[in-house]
């Protein structure tokens, strides 16, 4: 493990070289998105300058070209997280589309009636409501599961909610409200000894730490290109080969087929039954660039770095008395996110005031309603770290908070 060259790695980053309200802008939302290095940018611009053509449509040069970049990138996922094949690969929008394909396509179709789906009170909104819709629809029953007294989701509760009737499971790797990261594998195999279908929410692991599908054993693994340096509009479903070729399209039409009558069709083979019309080849090309960029940087290397910035500022802040973490107090159990709260002052207020000091951070209920209406709160102001974050920015940060009350008229 070596530390990071943090002045190096920010040359890479021209949009943080920036002032923000006469301030040094410090990024600190990157739970949210992250910004691209220049090598994504300029993948993307290569692209669009020598390579574009539509896909898998043309028998001339350019669009094979156009083919062969997208394929690559294919081929780079599934090298990055240990996939045992290409077709168990499909690119979606988003973390958002690749829930709601395995929702559609899997769900709707093999879950019955008083059936039931497990998930958690920690999950982003994108793996709470595909699943409300099958439940409704399909007469399932869908069941959470709530915290133990540490913050931390109660293996217990998670032991008693799935049972032999639980026919999915999906979970969140890593929470982007809390920060908290799950025991993923041991839920995996607890699932899979009760027969369960498990889906993994890996938008805000997979840019942090090394995931490896045939160590993690999976039956789904989703994540978004824009969490991890690369573009929007890119996203990954990893499935299981045997459940995918098994599974109806999610989206129909162009690029999806294999033959097409009047009155019925036949599929395309994976991945492409899965990816139906114009794909966005563009950000395919970026995301192979930001996969190159964080396997350049190793992931080890940067989740050190994140965890010295995050217990760094969670020690500043716990000497501000006024000031509520939430999540995890134990360092290990946490990624780099600290979701906080100032007494007697709303989210939002904290983060244009921090704006206002150049400091970025986001505020509210993250996509994450039920976990704030179980936590008693209704939102949170969150900072979240990632690799060309300093420890000057942190202390940009503390020093914000330290002003946002006697901003409000309080004395401290
Ligand atoms: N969380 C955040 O600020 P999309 O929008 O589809 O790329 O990602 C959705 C999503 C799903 N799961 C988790 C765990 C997530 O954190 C997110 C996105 C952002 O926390 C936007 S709400």
């Not at 990157?30 to 910004?35: E, G």
């Not at 899979?192 to 805000?204: C, P, T």
């Not at 000091?357 to 704030?372: K, N």
């Amino acid at each position: 493990m070596k530390s990071l060259n943090i002045e190096r790695i920010r040359e890479d980053f021209p949009i943080l070289n920036q002032q923000i309200n006469n301030n040094h802008l410090a990024y600190l939302d990157s739970a949210a998105t992250t910004q691209k290095p220049l090598n994504v940018i300029k993948a993307i611009e290569k692209y669009n300058i020598s390579n574009n053509a539509n896909i898998h449509r043309g028998a001339y040069t350019l669009s094979i070209k156009a083919t062969e970049e997208y394929d690559k990138s294919r081929k780079k996922i599934k090298g990055f997280i240990n996939s045992p094949y290409s077709e168990s690969i499909i690119f979606t929008k988003n973390t958002t589309e690749a829930i709601n394909l395995v929702a559609f396509s899997y769900g709707m179709e093999n879950i019955k009636d008083g059936d039931e789906i497990v998930v958690l009170i920690t999950e982003h909104h994108s793996n709470i409501l595909p699943w409300q819709m099958v439940a409704r629809k399909n007469k399932a029953k869908l069941k959470f599961v709530y915290l133990d007294e540490n913050s931390i989701i109660n293996m217990k509760d998670f032991k008693d909610k799935v049972t032999d009737k639980t026919k999915i499971v999906a979970v969140g790797h890593v929470s982007n409200a809390l920060g908290t990261i799950n025991p993923i594998k041991y839920m995996v195999d607890y699932a899979h000894q009760k027969g369960a279908v498990v889906l993994i929410d890996g938008a805000q692991a997979i840019p942090h730490m090394k995931v490896d599908i045939q160590e993690l054993d999976p039956d789904f693994y989703v994540f978004s290109g824009h969490k991890m340096l690369g573009p929007m509009g890119i996203g990954v479903l990893y499935g299981r080969r045997e459940i995918l070729e098994k599974m109806s399209p999610f989206l129909s039409g162009g690029d999806m087929i294999e033959y097409v009558e009047e009155q019925s069709s036949t599929y395309a083979e994976l991945p492409y039954k899965f990816e139906a019309g114009t794909q966005n080849v563009e950000a395919a090309v970026g995301l192979k660039a930001a996969v190159e960029y964080i396997e350049d940087i190793g992931l080890e290397n940067i989740k050190n770095h994140e965890m010295k910035l995050t217990k760094y500022a969670i020690d500043k802040m716990k000497e501000i008395h006024y000031i509520t973490i939430y999540g995890s107090q134990d360092i290990d159990k946490r990624g780099g996110v600290i979701s906080f709260n100032i007494q007697d002052v709303h989210s939002h207020d904290v983060a244009t005031i921090l704006d206002s000091y150049g400091v970025a951070v986001r505020a509210g209920h993250h996509c994450a309603q039920p976990l704030m209406k179980y936590l008693g709160i209704n939102s949170t102001c969150r900072a979240s770290f990632y690799l060309y974050n300093t420890i000057e920015e942190v202390n940009q940060f503390i020093e914000g908070l330290k002003n946002v009350r006697k901003w409000l008229g309080y004395g401290s």
